[in-house]
């Protein structure tokens, strides 16, 4: 089993639509939760990123972290087409400096149509 | 803001040479990485480094290795390149968390 699971998609919503984006995980020494977002040919941009369970709101992005069912969540209100991306979770299990790397889910692609 | 960039957005190599990847964090941070990006796999992590001069393996490092001679400099050196290293290559940079990433440099080996 894949330590971090995300459905790959394509996602296609329509502008205006909150977007729903999940990754499950089977580690419960991950503690770190982030939300990257990737556009074509760029590298991976931090969106949101929590270490506690319950919900963290920035502008239209929301983190949801339910460490209970190894479950995270990003909502995005208001959907745009610059919204349009790939969006990895991301976690990891220390906050140390001993270069623990991150588990990453292998992204979901969204489109946002006009 | 962080800022971590990588020397090249593109290159093309032949197989066998020897190739060198930069990359120059100036946040001061301890701790960089090296990652590749292929579709269907996601980022899977080649080598770390969490001080000047240490490095660790990660998930794949065959065919690579890496150098630290200074705090914000982590090189990604592929050995005697071949086809199977072509690939987005991504580097980035913490100290505590989270990690910030350059923009990648998307690597062909012919």
């Known amino acids: 089993q894949k330590e971090v699971e995300q459905d790959p998609g394509p996602l296609s919503v329509p502008e205006g639509a909150i977007v729903s984006l999940n990754c499950t995980y089977s580690n419960s020494a991950f503690q770190y939760f982030m939300w990257y977002r990737q556009y074509s040919r760029k590298g991976p941009e931090l969106l949101m990123y929590?270490?506690?369970?319950g919900n963290k709101e920035d502008g239209r992005f929301t983190a949801q972290v339910d460490k209970s069912s190894k479950y995270i969540s990003l909502f995005i209100r208001d959907s745009q087409p610059s919204d349009s991306a790939t969006y990895l979770c991301?976690?990891?299990?220390?906050?140390?400096?001993?270069?623990?790397?991150?588990?990453f889910g292998k992204g979901t692609s969204l489109l946002v149509t006009p | 803001d962080v800022k971590v960039t990588q020397s090249s957005r593109y290159l093309v190599k032949r197989t066998g040479e020897k190739v060198f990847l930069e990359c120059v964090q100036d946040m001061d941070h301890e701790n960089m990485f090296w990652y590749r990006q292929d579709p269907g796999l996601g980022l899977r992590l080649i080598y770390f480094s969490y001080d000047v001069k240490m490095k660790e393996k990660g998930d794949i490092p065959e065919g690579y290795s890496v150098s630290r001679e200074k705090k914000e400099r982590f090189s990604l050196i592929l050995e005697s390149a071949s086809t199977n290293q072509t690939s987005m290559y991504l580097c980035?940079?913490?100290?505590?968390?989270?990690?910030?990433f350059g923009d990648g440099t998307r690597l062909s080996i012919l």
């Open positions: 929590t270490y506690s369970s």
């Open positions: 980035a940079s913490r100290s505590s968390q989270p990690q910030h």
């Open positions: 991301a976690m990891t299990r220390l906050n140390s400096n001993s270069g623990y790397a991150l588990n």
